[in-house]
């Protein structure tokens, strides 16, 4: 059984910063955030399928309309599953 989830390597990573000095607190909070929003695979997949079926039906995106899709994608992409194929 193995996984190549973020998640999945958290604890090992939690140790190793806590060896270079980092804060226990600070830790415990940057690094399952980041783990969690470093799911760029998702939000990339949704935003490109947004753009591209805005182009396909002729619909004007302006800067407001891409930065609403990449923030709604970011966010889209925080709350999905930590876990490949799930």
């Known amino acids: 059984f193995g996984t190549d989830s973020s998640s999945a390597t958290l604890p090992v990573t939690m140790m190793c910063v806590e060896k270079l000095g980092i804060s226990p607190s600070i830790a415990k909070f940057v690094l399952p955030l980041g783990a969690t929003v470093n799911m760029n695979g998702t939000a990339l997949y949704e935003a490109l399928t947004v753009i591209f079926i805005a182009q396909l039906h002729g619909v004007p995106m302006t ?15 925080v709350g999905a599953a930590a876990i490949p194929s799930a």
């Open 63 to 77: 800067g407001g309309h891409l930065f609403m899709v990449a923030f709604t994608s970011c966010l889209a992409a």
